[in-house]
């Protein structure tokens, strides 16, 4: 029999479908994320483990977290280290920058996201094909209870085991079986090493002719990890199958609630409605149909990203992470600014985006919301600024006739607006496309290659050529040992040459890997040690810097002592080879200080939380010998008393003497322990912990005090705004902080001294002075208020000159020119004294002068056609030269010529007056 279709439009087909649904579950999303968490972890013994932070910390290779499978990762490679067998988890995705970016898609297709979630569950040599295949079906068809006729699956043409499997489960019949090669059916970690494996997957029928083959929606992928990819990219047996498996709840939500695309379920419900309500309440037209444009779209997908990225720790920024979090933002903003909003509207949002996730599921979300919202709202002030700039830049180009038949932007504006307004390339794009218009990218790309060459060329020599070498160095297995944490090591500690190389730069230094390495410089903020070392000819090296010119790589730069060339010897040279020994010694007195500095940094950050709320979080860091930087997410400036209380808490902790307690511990664990971590830096799978205990516990690789009454005391030299939604403080602690104190009491006493301050019983002199003098100050600014009032509004002098100018786009326009005492200095004066001049005659354009100086002002109701600043310019052209220019109703300009200008103007004034020829 013939299969009749029907259109999708009429009523026997949304009857059709109406029947279908009735027929599924109905589960809102919580319900699912509940329903398979307990399906694996209940009925088949999986582990639950939590979500991991979107920034991979074992994985550097990835710009964000992109499957379920990342925080497992080094788990399939060596099973025998996981700490659990099976698993299962709902990670939160990205997939915004690097190989896996939909960005471009959002909106515009019913499926792609950048932040989404994904289930999964993971076996890691506890099952393998079959267990994996039941219990996915067994999922599908008995919990969410889909339809099995509307299932069919996909494998690997080569794997008949899974094959078999499938063809042997009750309810799919064999032509729903498809064979597929290894394009679709096989999984690789991408084109380098690493586990691999065929993988199966499960599809469901949307029941629309009018997609084609994308009628079938993949809603589940199983891959068996059971073979090894090499450097040769040839396929070696892993000794234990491993199973990982994702399907996205956005694309499950849709199935089991009947939608024809992700944006119609539950998962977005909420974000819809504020977003409408927002554009209602601004007075923005808005039609409950989010199909209708795909600006509503990207603005609710955004928003999510956007959000959960700022809770993991990442912040807006020009560079990685932080510029695709900002153009993630800026897209959102740009198609709101499509809509109708001219406002910043997002941050309004943010509640509805925790009504779409109110089981609580991502807590962090609800913890860190002011925050979040402060960073969002701070970016779009910025950008909406920006915007205004961009667009004014581009407008201008679509109008330009030698550009109409082309229709290209030109790369030199599209490059302006990414480098000098921070306006991303693809918005841009975007702009352009909607105009029928493109951008010459690649032209762009040599513009900004040329840029960073540039740059490169000013580098030092030796930083190209250290990083030249470090290649070679890896290569060679040059890995030192970092010894410098411990005092005994830090003097006379006897090393061996493991690799050297000159500088070449003309200065004589010297670039050194040394074994053991007790100078610290592994970064985390910390400045690098200095200090020397002694050769094994007894001659000694300083040592200026230090870095690590790769992972687990040290290095020391070193120049002589003396810095005449002609001291360096031949013998110098050579004990600078491989293999010889040397001394090295840390200056101490300067690592005591960074130590102090860098434990100090700790407590402030935990103060900031005790007293500002856990969700700021650090944003960076700097730690010197005599001072420290310390940069948090915080939208609004911290008061004094706040201030105070931080310095109260650190200083009161320091006196209690505190010992810190350091440890390893693998990375997931030191995580549950409640250890802070800067979440937009990477972690090793072993990292370093340091606990100072029921005060901070945070991951750091750098130095510590041993005792907490080393940062006594603790003082606060200054705090402000660096960027959108962060904060900077400024500190020294101990010595350092001491001597601040010290000058800062010796500025006190002079000034007790010079104005004649002295403790009183009621108090601080120099208190009780200064608000004296201050309360004077204020009587004094009030009288000159008062005064310069009535100077402004004193009975006008004569004009010099009364006339009339033509040439104005007017018939003879009525002038008044105003010469102004020019010996007073308050330039307030004179823009008050001609807005009086024009509200007592606004039947007069009037010019007022003082010295050089010259000021049009007019009432624009009664000249409609004139413009301050153009008759401005028109002025000083006839009075001999000048500039200036203005708003429509006040302008201010320079004559070239001063009296002689005026004299000018006055004659030609008379001119126009008498003659009507001007």
């Given at each position: 029999m013939a299969r009749i279709r029907l259109p999708r439009s009429s009523a026997l087909f949304k009857e059709a479908l109406w029947n279908q649904q009735r027929h599924l579950r109905q589960m809102t999303t919580p319900e699912l994320r509940k329903e398979f968490t307990e399906f694996f972890v209940k009925d088949h013994g999986h582990v639950a483990v939590k979500s991991s932070s979107l920034i991979p910390h074992n994985d550097k290779s990835l710009m964000f977290t992109n499957a379920g499978m990342v925080q497992f990762k080094e788990y399939f490679r060596n099973p025998a280290v996981a700490p659990f067998k099976q698993a299962t988890s709902i990670q939160k995705c990205m997939r915004a920058g690097g190989k896996h970016n939909d960005l471009d898609n959002v909106g515009y297709t019913p499926r792609h996201h950048t932040f989404f979630e994904m289930l999964g569950n993971f076996s890691f040599g506890q099952y393998s094909k079959a267990a994996a295949i039941q219990m996915a079906w067994r999922f599908l068809t008995e919990v969410i209870q889909l339809p099995k006729d509307r299932l069919r699956v996909t494998v690997l043409a080569s794997d008949q085991e899974s094959y078999d499997l499938w063809k042997n489960q009750e309810g799919i019949p064999e032509e729903k079986i498809i064979r597929c090669d290894e394009k679709d059916n096989f999984w690789t970690m991408g084109e380098g090493a690493g586990p691999c494996g065929p993988c199966t997957e499960i599809f469901w029928d949307t029941q629309n002719d009018d997609l084609g083959e994308d009628r079938w929606l993949e809603i589940w992928n199983l891959v068996f990890m059971q073979h090894y990819r090499n450097d040769q990219g040839q396929l070696e047996n892993l000794p234990i199958v491993c199973v990982d498996t994702g399907m996205g709840l956005e694309r499950l939500a849709s199935v089991i609630q009947s939608k024809e695309n992700n944006y119609e379920t539950d998962v977005f419900g909420p974000l819809f409605e504020g977003l409408h309500k927002n554009m209602t309440d601004s007075g923005i037209e808005s039609s409950r149909d989010i199909n209708a444009t795909p600006h509503k779209k990207i603005i609710v997908d955004h928003l999510r990203a956007m959000s959960f990225l700022i809770a993991d720790g990442v912040i807006p920024s020009n560079v990685g992470r932080g510029y695709v979090l900002r153009r993630i933002i800026r897209r959102a903003l740009r198609s709101g600014n499509q809509l109708g909003f001219t406002k910043p509207f997002m941050a309004d949002l943010y509640g509805y985006l925790l009504e779409s996730f109110k089981d609580g599921s991502y807590p962090e979300l609800t913890e860190r919301q002011d925050s979040i919202k402060g960073v969002i709202h701070q970016e779009e002030e910025i950008f909406m600024s920006t915007l205004s700039k961009g667009l004014a830049l581009l407008e201008p180009v679509f109008k330009q006739k030698d550009l109409a038949d082309s229709k290209q932007v030109p790369a030199e504006i599209a490059f302006k607006l990414y480098d000098t307004f921070g306006f991303p390339?693809?918005?841009?794009?975007?702009?352009?496309?909607?105009?029928?218009?493109?951008?010459?990218?690649?032209?762009?790309e040599e513009l900004k290659q040329k840029q960073q060459e540039q740059g490169r060329a000013s580098w030092k020599a030796t930083s190209s050529l250290v990083h030249a070498k470090a290649a070679e160095w890896k290569e060679q297995g040059v890995f030192p040992t970092f010894t410098g944490y411990h005092r005994e090591n830090l003097t006379g500690q006897s090393s061996t040459v493991l690799a050297s190389q000159s500088t070449d730069d003309g200065t004589g230094d010297m670039i050194l890997s040394i074994e053991p390495c007790p100078f610290y410089g592994l970064g985390g903020g910390q400045s690098p040690d200095t200090g020397f070392v002694r050769l094994a000819n007894g001659s000694e090296w300083k040592v200026v810097d230090v870095f690590s010119p790769y992972e687990r790589g040290l290095a020391i730069r070193i120049q002589p002592a003396s810095m005449e060339q002609e001291s360096v010897t031949e013998e110098d040279l050579l004990c600078l080879h491989k293999g010889f020994q040397l001394t090295a010694f840390v200056d101490t007195?300067?690592?005591?200080?960074?130590?102090?500095?860098?434990?100090?940094?700790?407590?402030?950050?935990?103060?900031?939380?005790?007293?500002?709320?856990?969700?700021?979080?650090?944003?960076?860091?700097?730690?010197?010998?005599?001072?420290?930087?310390?940069?948090?997410?915080?939208?609004?400036?911290?008061?004094?008393?706040?201030?105070?209380?931080?310095?109260?808490?650190?200083?009161?902790?320091?006196?209690?003497?505190?010992?810190?307690?350091?440890?390893?511990?693998?990375?997931?664990?030191?995580?549950?322990?409640?250890?802070?971590?800067?979440?937009?830096?990477k972690y090793g799978d072993v990292v370093r912990v340091v606990d100072f205990p029921k005060v901070s516990m945070e991951l750091c690789g750098g130095t510590h005090v041993e005792d907490l009454s080393k940062i006594y005391p603790f003082k606060i030299l200054s705090e402000g705004s660096v960027a959108a939604g962060t904060r900077r403080i400024e500190a020294a602690v101990g010595k350092s902080a001491s001597q601040f104190l010290i000058e800062q009491d010796r500025m006190v006493t002079r000034l007790n001294q010079d104005l004649k301050a002295y403790a009183t019983s009621a108090g601080n002199g120099l208190d009780l002075k200064v608000n004296k003098i201050k309360d004077q100050v204020a009587d004094l600014s009030k009288q000159y208020s008062r005064l310069l009032e009535k100077m402004v509004k004193s009975p006008a002098a004569a004009p010099v000159q009364k006339g009339a100018l033509r040439g104005l786009e007017a018939d003879a326009v009525p002038v008044q020119i105003h010469e102004l005492d020019g010996e007073i200095?308050?330039?307030?004066?004179?823009?008050?004294?001609?807005?009086?001049?024009?509200?007592?005659?606004?039947?007069?354009?009037?010019?007022?002068?003082?010295?050089?100086?010259?000021?049009?002002?007019?009432?624009?109701?009664?000249?409609?056609?004139?413009?301050?600043?153009?008759?401005?310019?028109?002025?000083?052209?006839?009075?001999?030269?000048?500039?200036?220019?203005?708003?429509?109703?006040?302008?201010?300009?320079?004559?070239?010529?001063?009296?002689?200008?005026?004299?000018?103007?006055?004659?030609?004034?008379?001119?126009?007056?008498?003659?009507?020829?001007?």
């Open positions: 390339l693809d918005l841009t794009v975007l702009i352009a496309e909607e105009r029928g218009w493109s951008v010459d990218l690649a032209k762009v007195k300067r690592r005591e200080g960074v130590a102090a500095h860098h434990s100090a940094t700790h407590m402030l950050n935990a103060a900031l939380r005790k007293t500002l709320g856990k969700p700021i979080m650090q944003a960076g860091s700097l730690v010197e010998p005599d001072r420290l930087r310390f940069d948090f997410t915080h939208g609004k400036p911290i008061s004094q008393n706040q201030i105070h209380e931080i310095e109260n808490w650190i200083n009161t902790t320091a006196l209690q003497s505190v010992q810190p307690v350091i440890q390893e511990y693998p990375l997931q664990k030191a995580i549950d322990m409640g250890s802070i971590a800067v979440f937009s830096e200095l308050d330039q307030d004066y004179f823009s008050k004294k001609a807005n009086f001049l024009k509200e007592q005659e606004p039947n007069a354009v009037h010019i007022l002068i003082w010295k050089e100086n010259m000021m049009v002002a007019l009432v624009q109701k009664q000249f409609p056609t004139l413009h301050a600043g153009k008759v401005l310019k028109a002025v000083l052209e006839k009075a001999g030269g000048g500039k200036g220019g203005g708003q429509a109703q006040v302008a201010r300009g320079k004559l070239s010529n001063g009296e002689e200008g005026l004299r000018k103007l006055i004659q030609l004034s008379t001119q126009s007056s008498s003659s009507s020829s001007t």
